[in-house]
């Protein structure tokens, strides 16, 4: 059903993502070639460039979209005759999954730092047991699909099987929303530099990726709008319920009961034990072990994952 | 006006920050006595132990309430006919004003580290560079706030003058809303196996305090209720803003302008150049200090202090 050793991989958009894909897949033994507007970094690295998108399309059997969200659908149609799977590594999966008309399209996201960017920052073990979600929807091949997933285990990294709007859903939740609070949280420094003086710890760590620049998190939390609105609802009930028990006659009675739930998710927060799994090459099974926190590490003969060990399903 | 190098100093309370005080106090050559319903700890390691709060008041010319709030009032009592000064250590400064009757009572609180407790991890270099705000109200004696300046300066720590009602403000903006922001973050994970499992950095600093016991958070928060509430307010409006924007046509630039502000506000946080400047021994223009970030290091013959180079007054 697959047979990673001797991929022959072209990857298209040589930044961070992309440049570290094409030194990761060739120190695997992995056949690459890459394309970029201007991909003489990579050249110069020793990397084998082409000069166009259909150069670096002639032998390749997987084709690796590693360009913004926005350049997307354009770059994708330049795909449309392209008989390889392909893939992509943007960080939200639905707009991704409408965005790219090729039949053989599988969603993928990396979760892997981008603090830096370009191919100068590109690293070989940028993927080293990162999360790299993988989608499977009812169009997906499941053969393709394996194949990219042997690929991307390959290199080291854990395969989520999710749905693209799973994966929005998710990203929301633990990076988007969490961008917005930030933010918030650093607005309310505004003309109070004795605040500024006493802030510390909490503070620092709860205002942290407000630093991002605007039109990053704008564009990371408007390219996934629904999601990332629908979770900040949920944070401003809770918020609001918190503000109400600030308001009763015993607030400190109040509010305890409301913090305890989610402190405990904290506390459980990353999980630390994990079960090896066994899984059967179906989709149905595959997304269920992603919805269950796990990922696959090894594709086989079987298919091997593991699965977090404490139950999240609630209280 | 102060002469800090023979003060001698009871702390009621051994805890963290009583231990730690009592050791401080000591290593800077302070005459010290401690109290404490346990004392046996302190009195182990070789610091002079009264077996009542008025022995241990005996000789003392200032006394330091190092216990919780919700013991404040009692143990402030006990100290009715005591002729010294009277400060405290806890973290909500309105409600400690309102519990200690005693007419020499100047409040205080030192910003120092709290995730430890008891005698046994008492540190003496707990304070050192740390922001210890004094409470500097109307019906203040000049002369005793010196007198504790001079005190907390020769630990090492930066004292920040300000009112109980600035104190309580600027901590709801940089601890207790923070704490509930953190909590709010965490109940995301509720029944989200596959979130949890994708979750990084952004959530990971995000929930951080999220792990704090939910009691401890709920006495914070709830024993400052009203600023907490009303800074609370203020996020809530932001994310509701935020939410709005994610509803627009374009998400993307309707949500960029509302983040560039507070991104620019944590991008100048901490401040990083400081003026030194010489302060009148006067109400008006220590608290001017304190509301533009500054603070005193020394207490001499004339004042001293530092204070942000960074405008903060608005855009």
Redesign the interface.
Known sequence: MCESADVNVTVLGLGLIGGSLLRALAARGHRVTGYDVDGSAAAAAGFPVAGTIPAALADASVAVLAVPLPALAGVGAELAGFPGIVTDVTSVKGPARAAVAHPRFVGGHP?A?TESSGFAASDPHLFDGC?W?LCLEPETDLDDWLTLAGLITSLGARV?P?TAA?HD???A???H???????????????????????????R???????????L???M???N??P??E??????G???A??D???AE????????L?????L???E???TTFSTVEVEPDPAALLAL??????LTEIGPVLVGKR?E?D???S
């Open positions: 979760m730092g999360a979600v989520v999710a799973e859903q998710a990203v939740r633990i990076s929303v969490p961008h917005l609070l930030a933010t918030a949280l650093s607005g309310l420094l505004e003309g109070q530099a004795q605040a500024a003086t006493l802030a510390a710890g909490s503070f760590d709860g205002t942290r990726v407000a630093a991002t620049r605007a039109e998190i704008a564009a939390c408007g390219g709008a629904g990332t609105a979770n900040l609802s949920t944070v401003i809770a918020l609001s918190y503000r028990a600030l308001g015993d607030p400190i009675a109040a509010l305890t009961p913090l305890e739930r989610p402190g998710l904290r506390r927060w990353p999980a992603g919805r269950a926190g796990g990922w977090p404490t999240r399903s609630g």
